[in-house]
């Protein structure tokens, strides 16, 4: 066989453009002029979007009751643990000025509520959540197993903490005819909660396939009756209780509860008239110094009327419109200091050559 001459080794990159960086680039070198016109540019922007979001939130049509010293009676009953098996309910009659046209929806809002701490958000099981193992229940502390060593289904804190009011709205017809006002508790989540985040163990005999664990301590019924009226609305799938899951990043927040089904009465939205919020009273708030409240709103087509993003927008137009006028004064002064000595030095060196010439 003939002998392969041995070729030292060497680090040396290979003679390529790509590896000897021949390749042809292109350096970026902006201008004051162009980079001061960026900066008022996105100002400007920023500025109108701002102003735009804070008057389409303006517009929003909106009915919001804290009904926390409403039912104050129902609020001091929910404080004694020996009544967590009784029912208390409070009504709260309105009246809505205007006619709310269009989708109506629902929300729950709650303040004081922190849902962004770290153990809390981390308390569940996403193999539990999504069908995988029912029982998997290992980084649910403090809600793994009862007192018996059942595992919990579902389990962790944020599930043990879910909003359980259960909250009625009905219109005033006339004087002696009170009707319910129809919602649909389906349609509330987001298309990738839904059908990616949260699966049932199986779509067919639920009971069964929870076998073995049980509901979470604060659960009044164990969640694959949680309703009862729509077999497709229980267990891992029940919209409440992904909406629920979806933790928020502050401690005030709203969450969708129920949107308006549009028929009879209510084909074109809410009519204006006398209302009621009839509210079974579940969801104890006074102990850790909350509150909440009931909102009705129509979505624009910014969302449902919060004013975070618009203020968010005209702050940050604000500040880069400042920054702007900050570094063309910065501009200005370094471009007249850079005159001044270029004149300077042009006249030194013009009476150089005059004294040079002199002699």
């Known amino acids: 066989m003939k002998e392969i001459p041995e070729q030292p080794l060497s680090r040396m990159p290979d003679n390529t453009a790509m590896k000897q960086q021949k390749l042809p680039a292109h350096h970026l070198r902006f201008s004051a002029k162009l980079v001061l016109s960026i900066f008022f540019g996105t100002g400007a922007f920023c500025l109108c979007m701002g102003v735009i979001l804070i008057l389409s939130a303006k517009k929003t049509k909106k009915v919001e009751i804290n009904y926390t010293k409403i039912c104050a009676n129902c609020a001091e009953f929910r404080e004694n643990a020996y009544n967590f098996d009784k029912e208390c309910t409070c009504s709260i009659p309105f009246y809505l000025p205007q006619k709310m046209e269009g989708n109506v929806y629902m929300y729950y809002k709650l303040y004081g509520f922190y849902q962004n701490l770290y153990r809390y958000i981390q308390s569940r099981s996403n193999n539990q959540l999504t069908g995988e193992d029912v029982r998997d229940v290992e980084n649910c502390a403090p809600f793994k197993v009862s007192r018996d060593g ?210």
């Open 150 to 359: 059942t595992p919990i289904a579902p389990c962790g804190a944020i599930a043990n903490s879910m909003f359980n009011d259960t909250i009625i709205l009905s219109y005033k017809l006339n004087s002696s005819v009170h009707i319910r006002v129809p919602m649909l508790k389906n349609g509330l989540t987001w298309w990738t909660d839904k059908y990616v985040k949260f699966q049932n163990p199986s779509f067919n005999d639920l009971p069964s396939k929870f076998a073995g664990s049980t509901k979470p301590p604060n659960w009044p019924k164990p969640v694959y009756e949680l309703d009862k009226s729509n077999p497709d609305n229980n267990g891992f799938l029940n919209d409440d209780f992904i909406v629920w899951m979806r933790t928020a990043a502050f401690p005030t927040f709203k969450k969708l509860y129920r949107r308006l089904y549009r028929i009879h009465h209510f084909i074109q939205g809410l009519p204006a008239g006398n209302y009621s919020f009839n509210i079974s009273y579940n969801f104890p708030v006074t102990r850790f110094q909350g509150e909440k409240a009931v909102v009705l709103s129509i979505p624009t087509w910014c969302g449902s009327g919060g004013f975070f993003l618009g203020i968010a927008y005209t702050v940050t137009g604000a500040l880069t419109w400042l920054a702007s006028f900050v570094l063309m004064a910065f501009h200005l002064t370094w471009k007249r200091k850079k005159k001044e000595v270029l004149q300077e030095r042009s006249q030194a060196s013009s009476r150089k050559a005059e004294n040079t010439s002199g002699q």
